[in-house]
């Protein structure tokens, strides 16, 4: 990747004490665009070492999620193992911490206690449901966050069940407005000297996403159900079989698209059908208008239809799957998934950081490391702590 060697976060040190997914994926953005980020764990290890598909015993949603990040070993739940991580704080600008509310006051470790070791310390709490509020203390994983905030509720089928993502919605989407917090907090910092606490959670962020659901619910009464692959306030908008059996997704949300979908199937007639002048009354005619689009994409193969639907700039796109989707030209083109070298594993592949910032890129520097791998380089760099002295807090379980 071209641009400068440093990003944009240089200069900025990350201390990630996050467990499993929503924390550390915050960090992981952070560090992705330059941020130091130290990752700080139990000798045990994140749960996430342990977690998802490996490869030769190796974990591999590792891989990515800790990328970019030195991995330290630290009992933070003894006295030693505090103190060392208050030296780390006074050198640090964020803390990403993802326990349930009120662990880290426990240990003294809560922002009120490190805000007094260092006043210029960014403190991001992720948890399930805040730091306030009567579900602040139960445990919970982005599931169910997932359920609560109206999500699986309007997923899926008419017919069927609710229906929870197939991979971290909630964790993803909390970690990514956790990422956006740190820096309106660091942006503030900028101007006043000062740091502060950033309560985010698994809930919230997928609420905010959700869109209308609300406001149209306040203002109008109307709970969205289940609608497949339809939106309430687009037609059409849904997923179409091919004559070879592949699913072909297709959207026409503002109007000049809808025209040029119609000039594609050779129907420019339904342009200025009743039925059809405009998304309100797509939306009420819906069944009749996706019969007629699936009627004609059924007629056609993939590659047929595309070339159609792409001739005619009309929105359309094959649903991949992933080995598909790293095929994709397009994709490769512009470095989409890229191939890094890993300590274990020799070359793997992942996606790249994003956004793309033209003079201060995202880059992978390296992939996850071992448990403790950065321990004498950390220490040493920061606490002026020798082999010797690590080697005794091995010996009494701090690091």
Not at 175 to 183: I, R, Y
Not at 283 to 306: C, F, K, P, S, Y
Request: hydrophobic content about 40%.
């Amino acid at each position: 990747m071209s641009g400068s060697q440093e990003g944009a976060l240089a200069g900025v040190r990350v201390l990630d004490l996050g467990n499993f997914m929503a924390g550390p994926m915050a960090a992981m953005w952070l560090g992705d665009f330059g941020a130091d980020v130290i990752k700080v764990e139990h000798p045990r290890g994140d749960g996430f070492r342990h977690w998802g598909r490996t490869r030769n015993d190796v974990p591999l949603f590792w891989k990515m999620l800790s990328r970019n990040k030195r991995c330290v070993t630290l009992n933070f739940g003894s006295p030693k193992g505090r103190n060392m991580l208050r030296d780390l704080v006074r050198q640090s600008d964020v803390l990403v911490e993802n326990f349930t509310p009120g662990t880290m006051d426990k240990w003294d470790l809560g922002y009120e206690a490190l805000s007094k070791v260092n006043p210029k310390l960014i403190m991001l709490s992720i948890s399930a449901y805040g730091q306030t509020g009567p579900y602040s203390k139960r445990p919970g994983f982005g599931t169910l966050a997932e359920a609560l905030s109206g999500y699986a509720h309007i997923t899926g089928q008419p017919d069927g069940p609710p229906t929870l993502p197939g991979y971290g919605l909630a964790d993803g989407t909390a970690a990514l407005n956790g990422a956006f917090g740190v820096l309106l907090a660091l942006q503030h910092r900028n101007r006043s000297g000062v740091g502060q606490h950033i309560d985010t959670t698994l809930c919230e962020p997928l609420i905010t996403a959700l869109g209308p659901q609300v406001v149209e619910y306040d203002q109008l009464g109307v709970i969205q159900g289940r609608l497949g692959s339809r939106l309430p306030f687009s037609a059409p908008r849904n997923v179409y079989l091919t004559k070879d059996d592949k699913w072909l997704s297709m959207s026409s949300s503002s109007q000049p698209v809808f025209e040029r979908t119609m000039q594609a199937i050779g129907r420019a007639d339904l342009i200025k059908d009743e039925r059809f002048l405009d998304n309100r009354k797509r939306g009420v005619n819906v069944d009749a208008l996706d019969e007629i689009i699936a009627g004609w994409i059924r007629q056609h193969t993939m590659a047929e239809a595309m070339e159609i639907f792409v001739a005619n700039e009309a929105a359309a796109a094959p649903v991949y799957d992933v080995s598909e989707m790293v095929a994709d030209p397009h994709f490769q083109a512009r470095e989409v998934v890229v191939a890094v070298e890993d300590q274990d594993l020799g070359q793997v592949r992942m996606q790249a950081p994003t956004p793309r910032l033209s003079k201060t890129p995202g880059r992978i520097n390296f992939t996850g490391p071992h448990l403790g791998q950065h321990n004498q380089e950390v220490y040493g760099e920061l606490l002026g702590l020798s082999g010797g002295q690590l080697d005794g807090l091995k010996s009494e379980g701090v690091i």
